[in-house]
């Protein structure tokens, strides 16, 4: 293999949230396969801090830092016709990174990694272009737009970016998508399909991180004999945040009918004004940002995902899994997880009175909770490792011909 050009909308490192998990792990599989020249964004001071990793698994790289205010970013898009998911990425300093780079080293391939980031690929490249949409975000905006959220300006997002994904698609070698499930609606969406490479790249998880032998419990949540109920995510997304608020109206009441003290713990960075002013009702608490994750999900008796809009493989499942808890989740929240229902985790639709049986059934049932856990991380660990995920990234980076010339 030649030389691999990585572009990020959010620079891999940490892995602390759903997209960078996967650009970091992504990131390190093509860095097996050969040098790799990353070009990334940053906005917090965490992000900008971030310059060593690049350096360490990178052979150049561009850090910069991403300013522009959403409204600029907005008011830009409506003058130029464009998705505002594009014009917030867009920075001269980029185009001057890739095109130095190209200049400069014998780049094979390019790895863009989100579709706000196609927009930097020349349209003169003649190497390999590997474009990972992990989602369909255009249906995603849509339905926003369904649900009543913005509902002009998310359609018009959802129309333009469906332009844009279908450019990227037959601009790229491959389209990598999240699972079967997003590759087919990726594909029913397409005006046409004549040239399109679409093949499904599902996340993976670090079940030796994520192990509950190597964590402690969480004393807080270790308190008093009712159920400890955990939701993790970014909580300025808005599907997490429809999800927790969805929870705290629909099941805490009730479920506090039965356990007095029952308590749902929101986990994760940024909650939104309207989420912390919840804390306290029904037994919600909000965390907001922790340092390690890990302990609330140990000392869990179950952890909930009843989201209601889901794109691609829920990182936040997979890590419940992998720390040996049941999960009681939404059929949008299982997708590309092929586990089997009421043996790996337990799937309700989003209706209330149906999620709440599956919620109060398992925690009535110790010994099934603990049986759904255990066989939770074995499948985990058997089945969606990063290890797996890169050797699919391999085949499919690497050129069959290349392959076989090398061999």
Known sequence: MGQFLFLGHRVPFPPDRGDKIRSHHLLKGLAKLGPVHVGTFGETPQDMAQKGELAAIAKTHALIQRKKPLPFAGVEALIQHRPVSLTAFEHEAMHRYVAKTLGNHKIDTVFVFSGQMGQYVPGDYAGRVIIDLCDVDSAKFEAYAAAGQRSWLNRREGRLLAREEERLAHRADTTLLISDNEVALFRSRLSSTRQVELCALGNGIDASFFDPDRVALHPDLEEGEDPQLVFTGQMDYAPNVAAAEWMIENIMPALRRTYARARFHIVGRAPTAALRDRHGENGVRVWGEVPDVRPFLKSADLVAAPLLIA???????????????????????????????????????????????????????????????????????????????????????VPQDSANHAT
Request: glycine content about 4%; cysteine-free; aromatic content about 4%.
């Open 311 to 397: 794109r691609g493989v829920q990182n936040k499942v997979l890590e419940a899994m992998a720390m040996a808890k049941p999960v009681v989740l939404t059929p949008g929240a299982a997708t590309g997880i092929a586990a089997e229902n009421d043996l790996h985790f337990a799937i309700a639709r989003p209706d209330p009175a149906e999620m709440l049986v599956r919620i109060e059934a398992l925690l009535a049932d110790r010994d099934k909770r603990m049986e759904m856990g255990r066989a939770a991380r074995e499948f985990v660990i058997d089945r969606m490792s990063w290890d797996s995920v890169h050797k699919r990234l391999a085949q499919v980076v």
